[in-house]
């Protein structure tokens, strides 16, 4: 089968489109033939150095794919042979990703596609709406009325935490480059903020009768989440993907909480947001589809940091 295969660890020229062996569903697991693999921030760092995941070269990174169930292993349920699914992959210890033809995978971990979604689209779900959904739904608990602020609301990750906001009910302010504003407005932010010409704490703290914010959602990292404490309410809740700069001494004094989110693997945060994608209430920001060969294309944006939308790539026609 024809994958993306990592010699060496480096920059985008490092990865070769090889012929490797095709491999079988084990115990438990269903083998995917791979329609779109989604690419990640994720997928850059690991090229550039696997260590940190138990990884050495020659391997296969991707870890988000949509495709076709093409066998069942032994002891795997809920599938058959020929279902549409979409799925989140393994980082740790898995040499064989999802840039590749044929990718096998726990099925614990795998769900049917939403209904309304293509390959491309869905592909582009798993890691960041999953992120967005462990953030948004599970820990900071967005309830209808309250007002969540979203740093980097354009990204792969707060992309869907906008949308995710806005289907349960928030009003939602979130941040953006100027080029930006509208790609939030369509994604349905109340408060489109320029971070480069507006202070986020200064409009949050408006938007809020001085109040401050019921809950921060941090996808860019830095020393946002410093900034964002005087900008929440007490007893307020703040999330971030990344670890945090600078001191937090506020967040004990407004005896707010914070949650640092790394998103596991599971079937069952995918099918809920299947739920919510089906109603209409999210849709996955696409910014380019290539071809798998034109891998090294698409880590080329994905090291340059400031796309708009996810690339996802083609394996297959479907």
């Known amino acids: 089968m024809r994958a993306i295969v990592l010699e060496r660890f480096g920059g985008p020229e490092v990865l070769e489109v090889k012929e490797i062996d095709r491999p079988g569903a084990g115990p438990g697991e269903v083998l995917v033939r791979v329609i779109c693999a989604g690419t990640n921030p994720v997928d850059a760092k690991l090229r550039q150095n696997a260590g940190w995941a138990g990884l050495t070269p020659p391997l296969v990174v991707g870890y988000d794919a949509s495709g076709v169930v093409e066998e069942v292993g032994p002891g795997a349920t809920g599938f058959s042979v020929g279902d549409e699914v979409y799925y989140m992959d393994e980082i740790f210890g898995n040499p064989l990703g999802t840039y590749a033809e044929y990718n096998a995978v726990p099925a614990r971990i795998v769900a049917h596609k939403p209904r309304g979604l293509s390959h491309e689209q869905a592909a582009a779900v798993p890691l960041a709406g999953g992120t967005a959904w462990e953030a948004i739904v599970r820990r900071l608990n967005v309830r209808p009325g309250e007002t969540v602020l979203i740093h980097g609301g354009a990204g792969g990750v707060g992309s869907f935490a906008v949308q995710f906001a806005k289907a349960a009910g928030a009003r939602v302010l979130a941040t953006a480059s100027a080029r930006n504003q509208d790609v939030l407005r369509q994604l349905g932010a109340d408060v489109p903020i320029d971070y480069g010409a507006e202070d986020f704490a200064q409009v949050a703290?408006?938007?809020?009768?001085?109040?401050?914010?019921?809950?921060?959602?941090?996808?860019?990292?830095?020393?946002?989440?410093?900034?964002?404490?005087?900008?929440?309410?007490?007893?307020?809740r703040l999330a971030c993907i990344l670890t945090p700069e600078g001191t937090l001494g506020g967040l004990s004094s407004k005896n707010q909480t914070l949650h640092g989110i790394f998103v596991m693997r599971e079937a069952e945060r995918l099918r809920d947001m299947a739920a919510v994608i089906d109603q209409g209430r999210c849709r996955p920001l696409i910014g380019e589809t290539m071809p798998l060969e034109d891998v090294r294309r698409a880590h080329e944006r994905l090291d340059g940091g400031h796309g708009t939308g996810k690339v996802i790539l083609r394996v297959a026609k479907g």
Do not use: M, N
Not at 210 to 216: E, K, L, N, Y
Not at 219 to 236: C, E, H, M, Q
């Open 205 to 236: 703290l408006r938007e809020s009768g001085g109040r401050g914010v019921d809950a921060v959602f941090d996808t860019v990292g830095g020393d946002l989440i410093k900034r964002s404490i005087p900008a929440t309410r007490p007893f307020g």
